[in-house]
């Protein structure tokens, strides 16, 4: 596996390669230093952006070290980053000795007014995918404007930048070229190349079975000939389902909730929790499937120094974790595991019958606290939230030194990490899933 530390030396190398070409180039300048440094935020900005659909790219040497997760949140960050950069660009070459025209004339050349049209693009992309949710519009609806835009902002700084640094010396003409290369290449990668080379080898729906009144899993197997690709338990896959019926097609991410031990087939667990969602219960035996993975680091298999565990799951964060613990029964894994699992009621308990027979085996040592805060009555189990003061009392001190691994929605994910930090656990020992990319 790459090492994760020399792709992250490599990220910034190659998206500071525009400012290191000027400094080992000695470009020299007869501007001010205020124009100067105009000029050097659009260059980092450029490389930030070259590298934008790589971090996104979903090739696996790039992902493993960090898990896409946290290359999803990366690639945000530096998208917002990138456009800071920018809007300091043109007021910085104004006022450094371009004039006051670059921001006011309207009477500029065509590669003047084509950066501009890239900037405010830039900006409506970073604001539309910071708040989507709030515009009304769907994960589906935003990826597809997303794409468009980040194709137009790519193409017009290439162009923009071309064009407007005339005086770029030829290696730097070179490195610009290369920059684009790359950014057009992965872009190519995961819109066209992937998705033919996924048609290729469609699964087959093998079943799909109702395990709530709101929660589905659906089973799948490779092509005849083909075998199931290895993963850890934990990890997450693409699904692109093909249904009749008019159903729609889109791609989502499910964590794999079956244990790499079973070599058969591959299955997630879905709730409905939206329009798409809402028709798993639609998918029929037969029914063809794209899939892609795997993906992510939320696995005890990838920390071998973790011995014995809590596991935390709120709701359908329960996925991850019984995949662990499948694969643990199925390997006879030694150790001791606390199930602290929350819901709303008990009809929205997923695998309960399973995680108690888990339990009774004695493989591994399980003990299951589960914790409802709408609870029907007769319940006599925990009830109320998994907050502070319910994790004091769960979570002894001698338990306090275990491995922590938490899946659950966001808010309840952030409050439970606050409370085992302020039980006193490190946080070298406590691992996060997070619902969304």
Request: aromatic share 12%; proline share 5%; glycine share 8%.
């Amino acid at each position: 596996m790459v090492n994760g530390m020399a792709l992250a030396a490599l990220y910034c190398l190659i998206s500071l390669s525009p400012l290191l070409g000027v400094a080992v180039l000695r470009m020299k300048s007869d501007m001010t230093v205020m124009h100067d440094v105009g000029t050097s935020t659009a260059f980092a900005a450029y490389g930030i952006m070259a590298l934008q659909p790589v971090l996104v790219s979903r090739w696996k040497w790039v992902e493993r070290p960090f898990g896409l997760d946290v290359l999803s949140r990366f690639h945000r960050y530096m998208g917002v980053f990138a456009a800071v950069l920018l809007l300091t660009h043109p007021p910085l070459m104004a006022f450094g000795g371009a004039g006051i025209a670059l921001l006011t004339e309207i009477v500029q050349p065509w590669y003047i007014w084509l950066g501009r049209v890239v900037l405010s693009l830039l900006i409506v992309q970073v604001i539309v995918s910071l708040l989507w949710k709030a515009f009304g519009l769907t994960f589906e609806k935003w990826r597809s404007i997303h794409n468009v835009l980040a194709v137009i902002i790519l193409g017009g700084a290439f162009i923009h930048s071309w064009f407007a640094a005339y005086d770029l010396w030829l290696p730097m003409r070179f490195l610009w070229v290369v920059l684009f290369g790359i950014t057009l290449y992965a872009y190519v990668y995961r819109r066209v190349l992937k998705p033919r080379e996924l048609a290729r080898t469609p699964y087959r729906i093998e079943s799909v079975t109702q395990e709530t009144h709101n929660v589905w899993t659906v089973k799948l197997v490779p092509p005849q000939g083909k075998k199931i690709y290895d993963y850890e338990p934990g990890q997450f896959h693409f699904i692109t389902l093909q249904r009749g019926g008019g159903l729609p097609i889109e791609e989502h991410h499910w964590t794999i909730s079956s244990s790499p031990a079973q070599k058969n087939y591959i299955s997630s667990t879905i709730k409905e929790s939206g329009d798409f969602t809402k028709t798993i219960g639609q998918t029929r035996p037969g029914d063809t499937a794209l899939v892609e993975g795997p993906f992510g680091r939320f696995s005890y298999t990838l920390y071998p120094e973790d011995r014995d565990f809590v596991f935390i799951a709120g709701g359908i964060g329960i996925t991850p974790l019984m995949a662990m613990l499948r694969h643990m029964r199925d390997t006879a894994k030694e150790a001791k595991v606390l199930l602290l699992y929350a819901n709303h009621s008990e009809k929205n308990i997923v695998f309960r019958s399973e995680i108690a027979e888990i339990a009774a085996d004695g493989t591994p040592q399980l003990e299951v606290v589960h914790i409802l805060s709408n609870p029907e009555l007769g319940w006599n189990g925990e009830i109320g939230r998994l907050d502070h003061a319910k994790l004091a009392g769960l979570v002894g001190p001698e338990k306090r030194e275990r491995a922590f691994y938490v899946c659950a929605p966001p808010k309840m994910a952030d409050s439970v990490t606050k409370g085992l930090r302020l039980l006193g656990v490190s946080h070298r020992n406590i691992r996060t899933e997070r619902f969304s990319l």
